[in-house]
C-alpha cells in the first residue's frame, strides 16, 4: 500500500510540522511523542543539533516518569539505532531503556546486534555450543568405541571438538556434513536481501558469512572428511582445504514404500507443488517472485486450470498472504508430505 502522505519527498511537510510542533511543545512541554517528532523533523531539514536536544528532552521526560507507556520507548530504540549504526559503544543506554521496558522485545533484538557487532566470534547458531552443552553429549556417548563421528552442518562442528581433540590411538573418524558451501550461500542471501530493499537483514548475513568464513578456517582442517550437496561446492571446500578429504553427498530420500501410481487427472487441475521450509529466506522469496512473476503468465497462458500448493513449516506473514490468490494454497506445517505428491496429477 502506498500513501501519498507519507511516501516521496517530505521536506513541505516538515516545514509546516516544525513550527506546530515548537508550539504545542511550548505549551505543553510533557509530551514525549511530539519531541521525538520534532526530533525527527529536525533531523530531515538538516538541524543536527536542534534533533538531539530534542532527543535528549525526551529521554529526560521519560526518565522522570513513575508509569511509562509504549511509546515513551521511542526515543530511546532511536538512539541506540543510531549509535549501533555509527560504531559507537550503546551498552549503558540499552541497560537502561532495558531496566526502563523489559517486556519490549525491540531492546532484546537490539541488544542481540550490539553484541554481534562487539564481535562474537561464531554464528549465531553456534549460541547453543557453549562449553557445557558440548561435553554433554561426549558423556552420553562414552563408552563403545566408535568408527566415525559425523556431524550434520558447520555451525554444529563444536560438537565434536571431545574427538577432534582426542590424541588416543583408534580415534573415531571426524566427518562434517557441510550440505553447501555456507560463505557462498551467506552472501548470496545477502545480496538477495539488498536486491528486495532489506539492507538491515542484508548486514546480518554478511557479518554471518564472515563468521562461518572464520569458523571453517578454524575447524574444517581438522575434519578427516567433508561432504557436500553439489560438485561445485565440493570444489571450493577442496581448493580451500586441500588436506580435507572431500566428497559429493546428494541431497536425496529413499520412498518409504512402492509409489502410488499419480490420479488420471480427469476434472482436476495441474498442481504446482512447492515444498519446503519457509524461514529459510530463499524460499519464501521464490514463494513470492513466483506468485508476482510467474502466476500472472500462467493465467494468460495455461491451457487449463491449475493450482499452486506452497506445503512445509514456518511461513511468515508475506508468504501466508499469498493464500489470496484464488489457485494458491499455503498449508504451514504438515505431519507427512506424501499425500501431497500422491495427490498430484502431473
Known sequence: MEHDGYEGDQHHKHLRNQPMLERSLAEDPSRVFSWCHLASV??????????????????????GKVTRQPEDALPFLHQIERGLAGGGDVADLLDEARGMFGSNLQFAWLRGRALMAGGYPRP??????????????????????YRAVHVLRLYLAPFAEPYLASRAPGRPACHLDLDDHEVTTRRRIAGLLLQNGEESAARVQEWEAGRYEAMSAALLPRFDRAYLTAPADRDLVAAEY??????????????????????????EPFSFLFVGN????????????????????????????????????????????????????????????????ECLSG
Open 242 to 267: 586441500p588436506g580435507v578429504e572431500v566428497r559429493v553427498l546428494a541431497n536425496v530420500i529413499r520412498p518409504p514404500g512402492p509409489l502410488a501410481p499419480p490420479p488420471d487427472g480427469v476434472g
Open 42 to 63: 529536525r533531523e530531515a531539514l538538516g538541524d543536527p543539533e536542534g534533533a538531539e536536544q530534542a532527543w535528549g528532552e525526551a529521554m529526560r521526560l521519560v526518565r
Open 124 to 145: 549465531s547458531l553456534c549460541r547453543f555450543a557453549t562449553s557445557a552443552s558440548v561435553r554433554e553429549p561426549a558423556a552420553l556417548a562414552a563408552g563403545p568405541d
Open 278 to 341: 519457509f524461514d529459510y529466506y530463499p524460499n519464501s522469496d521464490a514463494a513470492r517472485y513466483f506468485c508476482a512473476q510467474v502466476l500472472p503468465l500462467l493465467r494468460a497462458s495455461a491451457p487449463g486450470p491449475f493450482r499452486v500448493l506452497f506445503v512445509g513449516a514456518s511461513p511468515p506473514a508475506a508468504v501466508c498472504a499469498l493464500a489470496g490468490e484464488p489457485e494458491v494454497t499455503v498449508t504451514g506445517p504438515v505431519a507427512d508430505v506424501t499425500p501431497w505428491y
